[in-house]
């Protein structure tokens, strides 16, 4: 049986004000969206000068005023942040969130110029696929555990605590495309996987190989949410979708513009809802939505009316 579909949607971060970013996540969250997400930059991408907020202090925040909508970012990666300390962050968002509502987005991270301008580490692919593995063992043992012992490469911890735990253990969601390393990570530790909106066009093979590892380590492949990273270019007819799709497609490039005519979401609320069902078709549920505008609570407006139902 196909899980239920839900849509969460990505707060306003670079270049906009926290006011920009509370007002969206209030009506997301009133508007009833499932969850509510940042990107975990210390860096604007692609520019390392743009503003943006620091994820988990913002998602701290947004915690504190919001009811509902579970909060996640897209993705935090290893060397930023002490694990331990982070276990530590995310358990204080959870009380602050009133239990159960935080999802914590890992991923291997790839913007070096931040990295390396904040004298983090920033080794390669194989060496921070190895720090993710480690950060979520880390993660887990802290938050199940009275005390928690761990040696590894890139971490460790000794007899380390974790007071006061989460209310409820959050949920791990692993990001990335990588078919054979990050997807044994997912398939082993996962909750959630998610598909990066750069791999929205190979999502069909993402998914057959995440079942192919979950296979090889034995994980039951249906019990991992199936997510998509995407952004949504949504209007109240088809010709000022196209007009907005060319647009956004300038606006966004090759990290998240791409493809979007031929694989993206977009259209009137017609054309989206079907290219949303060739999502489900291959068995993506959470669907994670940048939407295209200036103030994106328009189109979440539209979408919460005029596309939500049709998946209630």
Request: proline share 6%; with cysteine.
């Amino acid at each position: 049986m196909a899980k239920p579909v839900r849509f969460g949607v990505t707060l306003p971060q670079i270049k906009r004000s926290w006011q920009e970013a509370r007002d969206t996540a209030l009506e997301a969250d009133a508007l009833g969206y499932d969850s509510l997400w940042v990107c975990d930059h210390l860096y604007g991408v692609p520019a390392p000068q743009l503003p943006i907020f620091e994820a988990w202090s913002e998602l701290a925040a947004v915690a504190a005023i919001t009811r509902r909508a579970r909060l996640g970012t897209l993705v935090t990666p290893p060397f930023f942040r002490n694990p331990a300390l982070l276990a530590k962050q995310i358990a204080t968002i959870d009380h602050v969130a009133g239990g159960g509502r935080v999802v914590a987005g890992l991923g291997a991270g790839w913007f070096q110029p931040e990295f390396e301008g904040t004298g983090s580490p920033f080794p390669g692919l194989r060496e921070r696929l190895r720090a993710l593995d480690e950060t979520v063992r880390i993660l887990k043992g802290l938050w199940t555990q009275e005390r928690f012992s761990f040696e590894g490469r890139h971490f460790r911890v000794k007899d380390a605590v974790c007071e006061p735990k989460p209310l409820r253990p959050p949920e791990i969601l692993i990001g990335g495309g990588g078919e054979r390393v990050l997807m044994g990570i997912a398939a082993r530790h996962a909750d959630i996987w998610n598909n990066m909106a750069v791999f929205q066009a190979q999502l069909g093979p993402k998914v057959e190989a995440l079942r192919r590892r979950c296979d090889e380590l034995q994980r039951d492949f249906d019990e991992i949410t199936l997510s998509q990273q995407c952004v949504v270019v949504l209007a109240e007819d088809q010709a000022s979708a196209r007009a907005a799709l060319e647009k956004a497609a300038k606006v966004y490039g090759g990290h998240m513009g791409a493809a979007l005519a031929e694989h993206g979401i977009w259209g009137d609320p017609e054309g989206v809802i079907e290219r949303i069902e060739r999502h489900r078709r291959l068995g993506v549920s959470l669907f994670v939505i940048e939407f295209f505008g200036r103030d994106t609570r328009v189109p979440a407006r539209l979408f919460a009316e005029k596309v939500m139902p049709a998946f209630a």
